[in-house]
């Protein structure tokens, strides 16, 4: 499932600082294409490969994924207002670690080494869609404007919404004997039936991010956001299907006869179905450690956590610079052991951050963009 998609939310602009005596440029256009895909006990970049198993590092409690792919071109006028277009692509999952076991044993076609009940439970997500973003500029919040917010709404236009639900149990005998319990709900616009209209053609995404920065205290800088912190997916007349698939389908009638039930009930329908993107919240602190010796550099401190997995940032930004030098941002994350590094030169700005472990890896972050005065 993980494998099926794609997006990413932007980050808040800092608020517009022009020199003074300079006219500014009627508009501000930038473009921005970017990627996130994050683990945690499954090598998220490797889910779509037949072996896939053969790229787990590391067993984890709560098995996880999540993949986010945008890109976005936008108009920013002087007064902060902004609008943009924006292609959107998200997916998450999340599953026991006995069904990521099992799943595993099936890529490889194994079976278990001992008799065990598994215990399935595993949920999933994914859309894709494309629309526009409308944002606001950074307004004042309080009398002393060290404090300032920003909101900015998205309004999409789907053009792919599956989501998948499995829970129940597995029981596995030995000797290639298996008993089953599972019941199973999958909705998404690529199953059909001999009898069933088709899917509609697309669904409707919304939502509606929020971010607030200031300076708490002397040399320190506070930035805080939500990104679609108020958001929905809807899809009216998806094709769903609610299945059981049991084993234990033999019962005996009252005259000693045996009955044989289905081994998979079920039905396909279309419904509507909704959903949620989930909020992607942000928070960074900034300390200008060296503004008494006239450095601009600071100390950084960042919090990050979306679809239940969650990134902790130690780094050094270089501070501006200007626009003919390069400006430098680097992180760590010592949990995760990753690393990140960024530059913002001209009109141009690049991130790239990783675990180093490829194929395999668990973390894997990059964004380009560029922008320039109109």
Request: hydrophobic share 35%; glycine share 10%; charged share 20%.
């Amino acid at each position: 499932m993980i494998s099926a998609l794609f997006s990413l939310p932007s980050l808040g602009q800092e608020p517009s600082s022009r020199r003074p005596g300079v006219t500014p440029a009627p508009w501000t256009i930038s473009a921005t294409v970017g990627e996130e895909s994050i683990g945690q006990g499954l090598p998220v970049l490797a889910l779509d490969l037949p072996d896939w198993p053969s790229y787990r590092s590391r067993q984890a409690s709560k098995p996880r994924a999540s993949r986010s792919i945008w890109a976005e071109l936008n108009a920013t006028h002087p007064g902060g207002w902004r609008v943009g277009a924006l292609v959107r692509a998200e997916a998450w999952l999340q599953a026991s670690p006995d069904t990521v076991t099992l799943a595993a044993l099936e890529a490889t076609k194994t079976d278990p080494d001992i008799n065990y009940s598994y215990d399935l439970n595993a949920r999933g997500q994914s859309w894709q869609g494309r629309g526009i973003r409308l944002g606001t500029p950074w307004l004042q919040l309080d009398a002393a404007r060290r404090w300032h917010w920003q909101a900015d709404a998205q309004l999409l236009r789907l053009q792919q919404f599956r989501t998948i639900d499995v829970s129940g149990n597995m029981v596995y005998r030995g000797g290639d004997v298996y008993d089953v319990n599972v019941q199973t709900q999958r909705s998404n616009p690529g199953i059909t039936g001999p009898f069933l209209p088709a899917s509609g053609r697309s669904g409707l995404g919304s939502s509606l991010s929020l971010a607030l920065q200031g300076e708490p205290a002397a040399r320190w800088k506070l930035q805080l956001r939500a990104d679609d912190l108020l958001s929905r997916l809807a899809w009216s007349d998806l094709t769903t299907d609610t299945a059981t698939l049991n084993s234990q389908v033999i019962s005996r009638a009252a005259d000693g006869s045996l009955n044989y039930g289905p081994l998979i009930q079920g039905q396909k329908t279309l419904t509507r179905v909704s959903g949620r993107i989930g909020v992607h919240w942000q928070a960074k602190a900034s300390w200008a450690a060296f503004e008494s010796s006239g450095r601009p550099d600071a100390l950084t401190l960042r919090a990050d956590r979306k679809a239940g997995l969650s990134q902790y940032w130690l780094g050094w930004d270089g501070g501006d610079t200007g626009r003919n030098r390069p400006h430098w941002r680097l992180e760590i994350e010592p949990l995760r052991r990753a690393a990140s590094a960024g530059v913002v030169w001209g009109g141009w700005h690049a991130l790239l951050a990783s675990d180093g472990k490829g194929t395999g890896s668990e973390f894997r972050s990059w964004n380009i963009g560029w922008g320039t005065d109109f």
